[in-house]
T-cell receptor, first 114, second 110 residues
Framework: GAVVSQHPSWVICKSGTSVKIECRSL??????MFWYRQFPKQSLMLMAT?????????EQGVEKDKFLINHASLTLSTLTVTSAHPEDSSFYIC??????????FGPGTRLTVL | QKEVEQNSGPLSVPEGAIASLNCTYSDRGSQSFFWYRQYSGKSPELIMSIYSNGDKEDGRFTAQLNKASQYVSLLIRDSQPSDSATYLC??????????FGKGTRLHILP
């Protein structure tokens, strides 16, 4: 299957700082990427759909000014958690479609906000 | 009614037996169906895709789709302890995004 990478794999930051997470499709072009969040022992929660060259579509209840998404190229989408707080600590996972209906996930980024 | 429903489990199956995971979906117009495996602390991994009614086999895995009943299942033959994970059913009712079920925890008993 197609390969999606994420960087960093884990990050620890102080409350009030911003954190950027990168998602890259390594062997295919992804016009659409998705950002999910998953708390321990809970199910995946879709945060937003990221479309190359246009604004992201956020799910209900997700603050677009807090979770900034940029999809500047067909292989890169970034998620910036602005003014992070401890309640933002979670496992953030991106995914991308390779032109088919199949969706491939990155390895995830574990964010801990102190 | 939830868009994609799965029994949360845990489903306990003896090693070597067949594990059967089930999923129902609400949107009758759905065309694409997927099974993902997620180990604890890891991201989901696509293991099967199915698009037409019937069975699709890949190694020890068989996906079954019945669009009339809005039902999709995953069978794992000769279950191994390494199959212990959460299995996510996913459905694409529209082109823009996939809808995931909450997952079924599978525990293979050695």
């Amino acid at each position: 299957g197609a390969v999606v990478s994420q960087h960093p794999s884990w990050v620890i930051c102080k409350s009030g700082t911003s954190v950027k997470i990168e998602c890259r499709s390594l062997d295919f072009q992804a016009t659409t990427m998705f950002w999910y969040r998953q708390f321990p022992k809970q199910s995946l929660m879709l945060m937003a759909t990221s479309n190359e060259g246009s604004k992201a579509t956020y799910e209900q209840g997700v603050e677009k000014d807090k979770f900034l998404i940029n999809h500047a190229s067909l292989t890169l989408s970034t998620l910036t958690v602005t003014s992070a707080h401890p309640e933002d600590s979670s496992f953030y996972i991106c995914s991308a479609r390779d032109g088919s209906d199949e969706q491939f996930f990155g390895p995830g980024t574990r964010l801990t906000v102190l | 009614q939830k868009e994609v429903e799965q029994n949360s489990g845990p489903l306990s199956v003896p090693e070597g037996a067949i594990a059967s995971l089930n999923c129902t979906y609400s949107d009758r117009g759905s065309q694409s169906f997927f099974w993902y495996r997620q180990y604890s602390g890891k991201s989901p991994e696509l293991i099967m895709s199915i698009y037409s009614n019937g069975d699709k086999e890949d190694g020890r895995f068989t996906a079954q789709l019945n669009k009339a009943s809005q039902y999709v299942s995953l069978l794992i033959r000769d279950s191994q302890p390494s199959d212990s994970a959460t299995y996510l059913c996913a459905v694409n009712p529209r082109r823009d995004k996939i809808i995931f079920g909450k997952g079924t925890r599978l525990h293979i008993l050695p």
